[in-house]
């Protein structure tokens, strides 16, 4: 297969869990200087879980982002559903792929039933399973590991324990993206746990927090790559890191436009002068839908996820991240003609097995929720 790029990087479709549990996962604790144990139940947590993700969802929906809602089963319980991006990754030529999971309790997130539903109304042409590396304690968590430059195929990928070079490697000669590795440390002097806490990488700018990455060479490298590739530099300190604010995603709604979306706290740790430099590159309306006479230009559609903070889920990216472009899925009308523009998608436990099999379907009407049965 020959190399070829996305035509966007940013998409208008992601596709969201909704959690069915929501608390802090004991098993993420111990490298996720993120995480922290919540000061109420977990039914408690579940409850505003919900009601923060159906918030996020109606925000996103107003500012013109079209949102595919799955529910979570019952059975298993998983703690992290909420944040599918880390097991699998849709890609604009049709593949999708799964990941391998550091936590057990997490692995329970792949869902047979989701991506039967993909098929049934998406052109899936393969399916590549990187599953069997948890057998090798080896793990890369989808889009939490990988930060993707889809218009240039790269791949930025944060060494840690849960972003293994063997697996990096498999991915990239699969996919064709030019891995860029290096490793970043967070203020505990250990490595950050995903490359998406301390990255986002957009259609002409990157949000990075270069200042962590202590070996001097390694981050020229990452400078040099996003300097080479025509992407604005926006420098992200250690504490705007830990607010939250490389947590950001870029998308566009249905007519094209931009959109920067981060969690209330990124959004509060952003310097005036950083969120000028990014209205470039966006328009900017208030999360209600209207738009800032105060900065017109830039779209910074804001989320409150307070709750996700606390137990360590880092802000939108891991909400509503669109894990990739789709181009061979088309929306047809019934004479055939295309009517929307290609899709990427962002989803939710239980390996598959690797298949080739091409299917040919109708795309999904939008929005979609689709409740699947308890115990799938």
Not at 236 to 255: P, T
Request: with cysteine; hydrophobic share 35%; aromatic share 6%.
């Amino acid at each position: 297969m020959t190399q070829s790029a996305a035509h966007t990087q940013s998409t208008s479709s992601v596709l969201m869990i909704r959690p069915g549990r929501f608390y802090p996962n004991p098993e993420t604790a111990a490298d996720n200087a993120f995480q922290r144990n919540g000061h109420c139940g977990s039914d408690a947590l579940t409850l505003v879980a919900r009601k923060e993700f159906d918030a996020a969802v109606q925000t996103l929906r107003a500012a013109g982002v079209n949102v595919h809602v799955f529910e979570d089963t019952a059975e298993p319980e998983k703690p992290d559903a909420v944040f599918p991006n880390n097991w699998i990754s849709t890609h604009h030529d049709g593949r999708i792929a799964l990941f391998p999971m550091y936590s057990a309790l997490r692995r329970r997130e792949r869902r047979q039933d989701i991506i039967e539903e993909l098929r049934k109304h998406y052109r899936v042409r393969e399916v590549i399973d990187y599953s069997a590396f948890e057998d090798e304690g080896r793990c890369l968590e989808g889009t939490g590991s990988l930060v993707f430059d889809h218009l240039n195929k790269i791949a930025y990928v944060s060494l840690s324990n849960r972003s293994n070079p063997k697996v990096i490697q498999r991915f990239a000669d699969d996919f064709r993206y030019e891995p860029v590795t290096f490793t970043s440390i967070g203020s505990n002097g250990q490595p950050i746990y995903h490359t998406n806490v301390m990255m986002c990488i957009g259609t002409a700018f990157a949000m990075v927090g270069l200042e962590m990455i202590w070996d001097k060479a390694e981050q020229q490298q990452v400078r040099a790559r996003l300097e080479k590739t025509g992407k604005e530099i926006v420098g992200l300190s250690a504490d705007q890191i830990a607010n939250f604010a490389g947590n950001a995603i870029e998308l566009q709604n249905k007519s094209g436009e931009k959109l920067l979306v981060l969690s209330s706290r990124a959004a509060r740790a952003l310097t005036e002068e950083q969120r000028e430099r990014l209205s470039r590159y966006a328009r900017r309306r208030k999360s209600d839908g209207h738009r800032d006479a105060a900065a017109p230009r830039a779209n910074l559609i804001v989320a409150s996820l307070r709750t996700r903070h606390v137990a360590g889920g880092p802000g939108p990216h891991a909400l509503c991240k669109a894990l990739s472009e789709i181009s061979i899925v088309e929306k047809k009308t019934s004479g055939g003609a295309s009517t929307d523009s290609p899709a990427a998608f962002f989803s939710a436990n239980q390996s598959l097995t690797k298949s080739s099999a091409a299917a040919r379907a109708p795309s999904i009407p939008s929005p979609c929720v689709v409740r699947p049965s308890a115990g799938t």
